[in-house]
């Protein structure tokens, strides 16, 4: 699954931050949770009757089923049941199942409280869409949201109330094998998307009593993607102002978009974990922001703090739960320390009732005590799950967030006749192309490269060869295959695969070769430190290049990959990530040409791993190097490679070209309480009908502390005909010019500004204003 202890700040410091902080703006007119005046006169009457061992059984969940995403299973979880020793299932869905257990909570528990059940709906439950940096690199939040309203859909339809996503951590390691989960590296755009799943998880109104709403979990909070060295869990240690410039936005966006639940993160941050910070989970999250909902953790993280060295079992129960957290994942934890924790009062019976209240409120408000069978329907199941509408849009989905990462000599698009050599270890995995966090995805029912080309070009002569492993680690392929990876080792040698792979592309008019990694390579405890192609894929790449035919590579992978020799030698190359059940599908119609390329990278990659971790919004250093003079020493700079990355934030081709006019402002110079207006014209040049991706950043050239070079402030995707202009209107409000200063005041200072409008962070046009004091 998953899950992190934050810095203590003195108290003198919290009084001073609070106010600041509850004056960082809100991302919108977001809905709250609902309140039925009826709730709390009925949970106050249900916790009356309620012993502190029952209310203790609330804030247990436990794990049944059919997934296993840590290394602890529930025992007894029948007889806990039975005692009201559990408030929530997760890994448990199908109507079925589901009702078993819930029966045995209402018919056999003193009280029949229903347990509410979760699951890792991460990209889709039964339809897969692409993994969350997929669904990103769309820019597309219509269809973002509608990707989680069909993955409500369906899991309302199996038997769930609670879905774990989304996962909003800001990424900027390549390394960390759960950059795959979420939206890149960049909080503004990270905000909107949060906003857009939580929009389509819970439904536009919030009412999570309608049957096909879920509860959405907003994880992992928080700076889970700060990891230091990319590696899985590590330790984050940053500072209070980078925080809240950089990491925290998309956090709060998906509280203020009434985010049902939250899950804590697994790492420490500044020494103390985060399952355990009482100024994380209650000072900011709840008296700050507001939350009104409840804290999870991830899998085991309470048990998990004793190897952190803050304390034993029965310390780091009562720390977790003093902190704010109301329900333990798997650890029981609670259930074996927390009425030893009360009678010690290491944990007051306030904590113990706020806890409590708040998993009973959240049962409530999905409707559970009114109907606790209200996502039990077989039938329902049956019309709901992966309905031809729901393939339909995952196709549509699939192709809005493959990336053309380069396309010479008119490689692309492919002409449906003559003959192709499709090679790779990929170009035939329908398991691979669900990626990490399938849910309950059937990956048999998936799409493949090769079925795709197939289904899409009846007249072309396509003639397969593996060419490559995988990878030919044996350590590797163990590691992946006892997590499901099902990879077999070809026993022939390397060479006599490459060579046969060559023999089909000398008799081929093209060749496409499909690489990258096996969806078990990224995900949760899936951190690389190289991130280069695995195995001999890069070898097998060599060898194609010189039969002198045509190169197109096809990826798949979780992250942003190093690709210096795959950027310089092949003719084409389309970024595709783990694109769901239509994966196929939709990459042969961008292959053909019946899809034009869309999509926009929402992470860099890097040219090697040595830049990582790398982003388009750093700051200048004091001796910028401005890439001019190879001789110039003494700036910031690598001696073996250049600064700059391989492919920037934003960038993404299309089989068209756009030309974009200088931007235009309706002021030279605004007052703080002004709103500025940039219009641009952006034109179709090229010879295909396309869409593009408009994207506003702005610079703060001199303020009261170093400010990055640039940051997205707006985005516009807009279709454009074959010659055909259009001039957008971006909006820069005054809190798209505000930062938090050295004091975590959330100011806008006056000076110089520069605005960037372009198809990427890099090729952009240029213009620049005045901010006044007054």
Not at 31 to 39: E, F, S, Y
Not at 729 to 754: C, H, I, M
């Amino acid at each position: 699954m998953n899950r992190p202890f934050c810095f203590l700040l003195p108290l003198l410091s919290l009084l001073l931050l609070s106010p600041l902080l509850r004056a960082q703006p809100k991302s919108g007119p977001a809905p709250t949770l609902a309140n039925d005046p009826k709730m709390k006169p009925f949970i106050d009457g249900l916790m009356a009757k309620m012993t502190p061992e029952e209310k203790i059984g609330q804030l247990n969940l436990v794990t049944v089923g059919f997934d296993v995403t840590g290394p602890v299973l529930s025992k007894d979880v029948d007889a806990n049941i039975r005692k009201g020793l559990v408030g929530g299932v997760f890994n448990t869905f199908t109507p079925v199942a589901v009702r078993k257990l819930q029966e045995l909570a209402l018919k056999e528990s003193r009280l029949h409280i229903p347990l509410m059940f979760g699951y890792d709906v991460i990209h889709g439950h039964r339809t897969i869409f692409p993994i969350p940096l997929g669904l990103a690199a769309s820019w597309d939040l219509k269809a973002i949201e509608q990707s989680a309203r069909i993955a409500a859909e369906e899991s309302t339809a199996d038997g769930l109330d609670w879905v774990f996503s989304p996962m909003v951590d800001i990424a900027r390691d390549a390394r960390w094998g759960r950059v795959a989960e979420g939206a890149g590296e960049d909080p503004y755009l990270g905000a909107r998307i949060a906003e857009a799943m939580v929009r389509g998880y819970q439904g536009p109104a919030n009412d999570l009593t309608n049957p096909n709403t879920v509860m959405a979990c907003l994880k992992h909070f928080a700076l889970y993607g700060a990891a230091e060295a990319g590696r899985d869990y590590n330790t984050t240690d940053m500072s209070r102002q980078r925080m809240y410039n950089e990491y925290l936005l998309p956090y709060h966006a998906a509280i203020d978009a009434g985010v049902g639940s939250v899950m804590s993160s697994f790492n420490d941050i500044n020494g103390t974990p985060a399952t355990g910070n009482k100024w994380l989970m209650t000072d900011l999250l709840r008296r700050q922001w507001g939350f009104r909902g409840f804290v999870v953790t991830d899998y085991t993280a309470i048990n998990e703090m004793v190897a952190h060295g803050v304390g034993t079992d029965a310390q780091v129960s009562a720390l977790a739960l003093n902190a704010g957290i109301d329900q333990d994942m798997v650890g029981e934890i609670f259930l074996k320390n927390a009425a030893q924790n009360l009678a010690s009062g290491a944990v007051s019976k306030a904590q113990l009732d706020a806890a409590c209240r708040r998993i009973l409120e959240a049962k409530y408000r999905l409707g559970l005590f009114q109907d606790p069978y209200r996502n039990v329907s077989p039938a329902r199941a049956t019309a709901t799950l992966m309905k031809p509408e729901f393939l339909a849009a995952a196709r549509d989905i699939a192709r809005k967030s493959l990336v053309l990462l380069k396309n010479e000599r008119n490689a692309l698009p492919l002409k449906k006749t003559g003959s192709v050599a499709l090679i790779g270890p990929l170009a035939n995995r329908q398991k691979d192309v669900l990626g990490s966090w399938s849910g309950a995805g059937d990956w048999k029912q998936a799409v493949s490269v090769e079925q795709g080309l197939r289904a899409a070009a009846p007249g072309l002569r396509i003639t397969y060869a593996q060419g490559a492993n995988i990878a030919d680690d044996p350590q590797m392929l163990e590691r992946l295959n006892a997590h499901g990876g099902e990879l077999n080792l070809d026993k022939r040698s390397s060479e006599e695969m490459i060579r046969e792979a060559v023999q089909v592309a000398q008799a081929a008019d093209v060749v496409v070769a499909v690489v990258g990694e096996s969806q078990g390579m990224s995900g949760e405890a899936a951190s690389r430190a190289d991130i280069g192609l695995p195995g001999q894929q890069l070898e097998l790449l060599k060898a194609l290049k010189k039969t002198g035919k045509p190169l197109v590579l096809v990826l798949m992978n979780g992250r942003p990959l190093t690709l210096a020799w795959e950027n310089q030698n092949a003719d084409a190359i389309l970024e595709t990530w783990f694109a769901g059940t239509q994966a196929g599908h939709a990459i042969a119609d961008v292959l053909f040409g019946d899809y034009n390329p869309s999509g926009k990278l929402t992470a860099t990659f890097p040219q090697v791993v040595g830049q990582v971790p790398l982003y388009y919004n750093h700051k200048s250093t004091g001796r910028p190097y401005a890439g001019t003079d190879k001789l110039d020493k003494y700036k910031s700079r690598y001696l073996d490679v250049s600064n700059e990355p391989l492919y920037p934030f934003g960038y993404g081709l299309s089989y068209t070209s756009f030309q974009y006019g200088k931007p235009e402002l309706s002021k030279s110079t605004v007052l703080p309480t002004e709103t500025l207006e940039v219009k641009v014209t952006v034109r179709n040049a090229g010879s295909y009908d396309g869409e593009e991706v408009a994207q506003l950043y702005v610079r703060d050239v001199v303020g009261s502390v170093s400010r990055p070079v640039r940051e997205l402030k707006g985005f516009q995707k807009i279709l454009l005909k074959k010659g055909e202009s259009k001039t957008l209107t971006f909006r820069l409000t005054p809190n798209d010019l505000k930062f938090y200063n050295d004091s975590l005041a959330f100011v806008a200072e006056p000076g110089d500004f520069q605005v960037f409008v372009g198809g990427n962070s890099r090729d952009v046009q240029t213009a620049a204003f005045k901010l006044a004091a007054r």
